[in-house]
Nanobody, 123 residues
Framework: QVQLVESGGGLVQAGGSLRLSCAAS????????MGWFRQAPGKEREFVSA????????YYADSVKGRFTISRDNAKNTVYLQMNSLKPEDTAVYYC????????????????WGQGTQVTVSS
């Protein structure tokens, strides 16, 4: 069993930066591909980024490529999402997710899901 707890969200002006963290409990964290999703009010959940179990492979949605960076520290059971050059359209609740398969995670499948953290970008 893995529990995921996100933190780091908040209110920031356009062009600013935030770093989200997702802390995982359990001793199997390093076996999972980890990812970030987001959902804005009235919109469908959207894949943002994923990172392989060893941190060697990363994946990004086109909308965040070049602005967001995903990373993980398996010793700390934590995955991060560094968000730079934030835009108002990045406003959403950001969720952390885990799945053994990167392909499945990118399709939106997950074994574990966090409670979310709100990111609001003002113009």
């Amino acid at each position: 069993q893995v529990q995921l707890v996100e933190s780091g969200g908040g209110l920031v002006q356009a062009g600013g930066s935030l770093r989200l963290s997702c802390a995982a409990s359990g001793r199997t964290f390093s076996r999972y591909t980890m990812g970030w999703f987001r959902q804005a009010p009235g919109k469908e959940r959207e894949f943002v980024s994923a990172i392989g179990s060893l941190g060697l492979n990363t994946y990004y949605a086109d909308s965040v490529k070049g602005r967001f960076t995903i990373s993980r520290d398996n010793a700390k059971n934590t995955v991060y999402l560094q968000m730079n050059s934030l835009k108002p359209e990045d406003t959403a609740v950001y969720y952390c997710a885990a799945h053994p398969s990167v392909a499945a995670l990118r399709r939106g499948e997950y074994d574990y899901w966090g409670q979310g953290t709100q990111v609001t970008v003002s113009s």
